[in-house]
């Protein structure tokens, strides 16, 4: 058996809105076992057989649309790539506010040419370093609500779907699936 973390883009944000009982249930319901959220924004962590992430992630998008009408994007990573996240990432010793690091998670690794062409909007004071399926994200003026560099941005300059978690999260879904 494996741990897990799904995190879903855009639960409770803006319009797509799902109680965590409802999110817990329907992991439940495809076989998945000690499920359990973390905050209200579509985290969610659960064992399972050894499985393919995109399958996991498939799944769980599949039966949100068919059971609630939900059509949002799921990722999922094993806990041992959250913690090789948090290891990796080049900004956290040097911050000690945990709002202004963070993790873009990435539904696959983009192009070298795409990660090339990847810049900050003008204006904006952000360091960024792509590591495979990840964006380590340092905000050293603020945090990430008034950037443009947001997952929609990422998404059109990389061509890949993009969910945010600042450090504080990045860590307890750490925790959560460590084995």
């Given amino acids: 058996m494996a741990r897990y973390a799904a995190l879903l883009r855009g639960v409770n944000v803006g319009t797509a809105r799902l109680a965590m009982t409802d999110l817990r249930r329907i992991v439940e319901d495809l076989g998945h076992e000690d499920v359990k959220t973390y905050l209200q ?15 996991l992630a498939e799944g769980i998008a599949r039966k949100l649309a068919d059971e ?3 059509r949002v994007p799921v990722l999922v990573r094993r806990g041992g790539e959250l913690a ?4 990796a990432s ?3 010793k040097k911050q000690d506010d945990q709002t202004r690091v963070l993790v873009a998670f990435l539904s696959a690794k983009p192009t070298a040419a795409r990660v090339r062409d990847l810049t900050v909007p003008a204006g904006e004071n952000i360091e960024y370093e792509v590591i495979g399926r990840e964006i380590h994200l340092h905000f050293p003026d603020g945090g990430y609500g008034r950037t443009k560099f947001t997952n929609a941005y990422l998404e059109k300059k990389l061509g890949v779907v993009a969910t945010t978690r600042n450090w504080k999260s990045v860590l307890a879904l750490r925790d959560l699936t460590a084995d």
């Fill in 90 to 92: 080049p900004y956290a």
């Fill in 41 to 55: 924004s579509g985290n969610v962590v659960f064992t399972s057989p050894p499985t393919k992430d995109d399958i």
């Fill in 84 to 87: 090789a996240v948090a290891d």
């Fill in 68 to 70: 609630l009408g939900l």
